[in-house]
Structure formats: C-alpha cells, structure tokens
C-alpha cells in the first residue's frame, strides 16, 4: 500500500519502519563540552558526503539533549563499529548514564574521545550544519581516520544484523549430470560434511579418553546442569542418540565418568563425577582449540555471522534444544 507523505493522515510510525528497511552501519559520535567533559551517542544517520574534500554527515534530533554541546563542537569524531562491538553500541544508546565510566579510550583531534577497536574512525572538524526538519546535520571535514579488517555492525529493521561477503564472482557449485540431483548448495549436504570433518578432528582425542561418540555426547550434555532429568538427556541427544542417550549414559556409569543422583520426581536423574568433569574440561579445550583453528580461516567477523545462522536453524526445527540451553543457563 503506497502511503503519501503530504496525506493528513501521513504514519510516522509506518514511515519509520520504511526507513528502517534499508540496512545501516552503527556508529558512535564523541565530542569533548566546552567544560571538557566527554560526551558521546550512538547515531546510524552517518554517511559520506564527498572525496575531494573528504567530507562526511551524520544528522541528530532537535529534541536530543546532546544538540547543543554537539552545535557548539569544532570537532567530533565518528567510530564505525565493528560486529563484536553491539554491547558498546547499546551503552552509547542509553541516557542518563556515565558513557565512559571505565572505558579506555584515547585523545584525538580536539581531544574528542577516541575509542578503540572500531571498523573505521573518522576525526573531523565542523564544516557545515544545516536545519533538516525535525534534525540538524552536521557535515564534518575528515582530518584523519583509520580502518581495520573488522566486519561492520549492522542495523535493519530496528535490531542488530550481520554483514558477511558474499563468495567471489563466478564461483558456482558444480551440477550434477542428473537434473534435480543433490547439489553442492544442498543445505543438507552443507551440514553433513561441515560436522564430519569437524568431529574428524575430535576423533583422535575421544579414543585418547576412551570414548564412543554416543558417550562424548552425553558428557557434553551432562555440562549444562549439575543434574540432569532422564527426559532432558533425551531431548538433548535427539537426533544424535536414537535411544535418549541410554548407551551413551550405561558407558559414562560403567567408566566413572557419570553418576546416578537423587531421582527428580519419579525418573532418574544423572551427574558427571570428578573425574567426568575432568575429562570433559580436557575435551572441551581441546574442541575449543579447533573450532579456533578452524573459524580462523574464514573472514574477519564471519564467525559470529555463521553462529547466529545455526542457532536460528537449531530454533526453527529444534525448539527444544534451544529451551534446555535456556534451562541449563538458569
């Protein structure tokens, strides 16, 4: 439905969640009050203006109760964040708080706070502002800036996003000689050999600890609560154990590795031993000692991209895996 701008019935609401469909980058605008105290909000109205000269914008509400020290400024500085950075962003969200409050920070051109470990900095000096409705934009000459390979915290539809590359042009999956064959982009295919190759890796050290992969299984599982109901274990080993985990839990008895503990209700209820944790914090950092090495060699910040996606998969056709992790953080 196409909504008129200059209708008397004109949505701000609906027009704000148009504007919100088109994906920005968040940043973080700082400046120093004449009285030197530092002062800094997040803003993703930012955008560049011009090359030559370097020049750049970022607009603020007339209602914001930084406007004033922001239009007496000479000097500000724009930090590009980068995707580890989202609890950062949502402290320079807030008000009524100290921004800076135990955040290291440097001094940099008009002693504008300049904070650390951003995708890009930009450090300008007021150029031009100019009244734009309900915002004044302030355009700012870049006097120096400074990038790093980090992937870019995203902004869409009013919640943080990701940003990953895309694979190169022209690489494409081969076909298969036989029309409507499983292909290379098979998401099934995808994950399958993604997981063997990762537990490839994990195999020597399970034979190390004496360990079958249904047993490996329900150790992992046995980590996420001092105790664990016969029903959770199930829950959690379906899809990888076909019997709710029973034989992956009688190895871990018979090895010392697990317990039985007091029953919760009329089922049992099973515990690591010491020497099960023990074992299961040698797996751990072992595992965790590859995942490193593995996610290393994708681009910077595709990582989180790539968690974020498996655990939305993971919620959409396994609910229930999703609510024992809530559980067992509890």
Known sequence: ?????????????????????????????????????????????????????????????????SLPAFRAAD?????????????????????????????EHDDGVGSAPLLRGCSARFQ???????????????VGEVLAFDREDHAPLVFHGGRYAHATRRDAPGIQPRS????GSFGEDFLGYLLGRSHFQFFAQMQPLLAREALSDEAFHVLSTLTLKPQLPQTELATATAGIATDGGQAGIRALLASGHARHCEEIGDEPCYALTDTGKA?????????????????????????????????????????????????GAA
Request: glycine content about 10%; overall charge neutral; some cysteine.
């Open 176 to 179: 298969a000689h036989l029309e």
């Open 1 to 65: 439905m196409l909504t008129q701008g200059s209708s008397p019935g004109f949505d701000s609401t609906e027009f704000r969640k148009a504007l919100g469909s088109f994906a920005t980058g968040v940043t973080i605008i700082t400046t120093r009050t004449a009285d030197g105290t530092p002062l800094g909000m997040t803003v993703s109205s930012f955008n560049s203006v011009s090359l030559e000269p370097p020049l750049v914008l970022w607009s603020l509400a007339n209602s914001s109760l």
């Open 75 to 103: 000097y500000w500085i724009v930090h590009v964040l980068g995707i580890d950075q989202e609890s950062l962003s949502g402290r320079f969200a807030k008000r009524g708080e100290d921004k800076f409050a135990g955040l």
């Open 124 to 138: 300008c000096r007021t150029a031009f502002q100019y009244e734009g409705g309900d915002h004044v934009i302030f």
């Open 279 to 327: 074992c299961a914090l040698r797996l751990v950092a072992a595992a965790k000692n590859i995942e490193r090495e593995l996610l290393a060699r994708l681009g910077p910040g595709e990582a989180p991209v790539l968690k974020s996606l498996l655990n939305r998969l993971i919620g959409a056709i396994d609910p229930a895996a999703a609510q024992l992790w809530e559980r």
